[in-house]
């Protein structure tokens, strides 16, 4: 009985160890057949890395093929998450390499956790900090050193505005771009050109599967995928006008801050374009930053020194500023009260200095006598044309200012643009509650008052009665070019309104304008002698916040228009002692005239073309 008892217990043993050896053969086949893969795609990722390859960005050109943003090599830091979460000692240790608080790494880590790719941490470290890095390469596991482009902005401050800056996203930016195919740590355009046209330039990552040790660092590289570079823009820009016309700019605010009592004036515009067709040359607004800052990644010192710029460098003033237009506005009350019938060429009205139904005058004080038309505007007397608007009154101007396109944005293919204001009852009686009145008209017949306009809308102004009054959408890019190359797109001149004048009344205007720049004109001691034929306005714009503004609309050669220029200074006084000066230099640039040429005809043959 005992014996049996003995045997049952054996066997019941034997049927458990039997049990057991086909539960761990059925686990063992179940996990290296049914699981098997799996496991070994997670081996894999403990071993092998995929390690992205920044595209770089397309190149920007100006029209004459001069490279003005570029790419170059720079090295960036990354995080390779090895077996699990990074160590806290490794991140504490990086910190320090890198002058990078603890928490912006975390950060960096929590937003990209859930994959085996290189988590970017910072980017364009020196050569010394990779030093570091390298010496101390048993203490940091999973901490590489990429080689990726940095946008590069040859020129610095040149042409920031129009250029703008790259930076990697943001979350929102992530969330809004995920369907266009937008990754963590990407670097995008953020303004100017950059943003606008950030999908043609970004180009296509490439990356490489690259076997790693223990320490993360890459020790054989199993394929790889080489990126495809974005495409390449050819701008409208000339780069001698640009860089001429931001020299001219800086130099003469930094003759009226220290030579003369306008010390006020540290911020000013200059645009040139071809009113033929709406190509910008130029565009500079001041002050400026330089957006290499942004592409190796801007300090928080260096982020509130512009910041905190009371006259705010990241705004571009030249599309979303808004000003009084001042005298150059009496451009459009001229043309309205003339094709309207309100005044003849040839009739003559008398300045005493003051207007005889609202005591209104001169800048002054001054008294011009009995004059007409064309001495009026190239004069700028203020009486006569305070009489255009009392014979016009306010609704004739409203609908002339919107005829030249005020009141509205002008379609550059640049964000944040303004659309000024445009002296109306409606907009006095919506904000204001109050009925309209003479003396408002009155200012709003030199450009004062209620009217503002961007010194974009104003350069459109002169280009239309330059070129016989069609209105060109201002653009900057001329041609898209694939990498190799081949044109990917044009931009053609784009027609976007016509100013229904007579040729007589634009033909007295442009006259009128050709005799500013002549002597006794307000532009003559600027002009009076220069070799090319200059027409233009001059103006000063009252600023209730300081010194007047300084404002010369132009445009030369007079009889075949080739480049128009728009130039105001905040806080220079007048026009013509502030404005002028730059818009010369401009012009000096444009027809290659140094100032000592003394031959027109020479000059004028062999400019480049506009």
Known sequence: ?????????????????????????????????????????????????????????????????????????????????????????????????????????????????????????????????VTKIEERRSELPGVVIEIQPIRNYINNELGAHIFGYVSEINDVELEQGKANGYKSADIIGKFGLEKVYDRELRGIDGGGQVEVDVTGRPVQVLGKKEPVPGSNMVLTIDYRIQKAAEAAID???????????????????????????????????????????????????????????????????????????????????????????????????????????????????????????????????????????NRLGIDNLERYARMFGLGAVTGINLPGESDGLVANRRYKEKVYGEDWYLSETFDAAIGQGFQLATPLQMLQIISQVAN??????????????????????????????????????????????????????????????????????????????????????AYAPYDDPRIAVVVIVEQGGFGASSAVPIAKKIMEAAFNINQTATEAPKIYRTRVAL
Do not use: C
């Open 251 to 389: 130099e003469q605010l930094t003759y009226l801050q220290t030579k003369t009592e306008f010390t006020k004036a540290k911020a000013a515009v200059a645009i040139a374009m071809n009113p033929k067709n709406g190509e910008i040359l130029a565009m500079v607004s001041r002050p400026a930053f330089n957006p290499n800052l942004f592409s190796r990644g801007i300090s928080l010192k260096e982020w509130k020194e512009i910041n905190e710029n009371p006259n705010h460098p990241m705004d571009n003033k030249a599309i979303s500023g808004e000003y009084p237009p001042g005298s150059t506005f009496k451009i459009i009350t001229g043309a309205a009260a003339l094709e309207l019938g309100k005044v003849t060429p040839e009739e003559k009205i008398l300045d005493t200095g003051k207007h005889w139904i609202i005591p209104k005058g001169n800048a002054m004080g001054e008294a011009l006598g009995w004059i007409d038309f064309k001495q009026a505007l190239a004069k700028s007397d203020n009486v006569y044309f305070y009489e255009m608007g």
């Open 468 to 553: 016989g009054g069609h209105r060109f959408k201002p653009h900057l890019v001329s041609k898209i070019l694939a990498p190799d190359g081949n044109v990917v797109k044009t931009f053609e001149p784009e027609e976007v309104g016509q100013v229904q004048l007579s040729e007589r009344t634009l033909s007295l205007i442009r006259q009128s304008l050709r005799e500013v720049a002549a002597e006794g004109g307000t532009a003559s001691e600027a002009f009076g002698d220069f070799p090319v034929p200059i027409a233009g306005k001059t103006g000063t714009a009252e600023n209730s916040h300081g010194d007047d503004h300084g404002w010369f609309v």
């Open 1 to 129: 009985m005992l014996l049996k008892r003995s045997t049952y217990r054996l066997d019941i043993l034997g049927m458990i160890v039997v049990l057991v050896f086909i539960a761990l053969i059925s686990r063992l086949g179940y996990l290296q057949v049914a699981q098997g893969k799996f496991y070994e795609d997670l081996a894999d990722g403990n071993r092998i890395r995929l390690i992205p390859i920044m595209a770089p960005r397309g190149i920007f050109y100006d029209r004459n093929g001069v490279a003005l943003v570029s790419n170059r090599p720079g090295f960036a830091v990354s995080l390779l998450p090895i077996t699990g979460p990074v160590p806290d000692e490794v991140i504490h240790k990086l910190s320090e390499i890198l002058n990078m608080s603890v928490v912006d790494i975390q950060n960096k880590l929590k937003q990209n956790s859930g994959n085996f790719e290189p988590i970017r941490i910072k980017t364009d470290i020196g050569p010394d900090i």
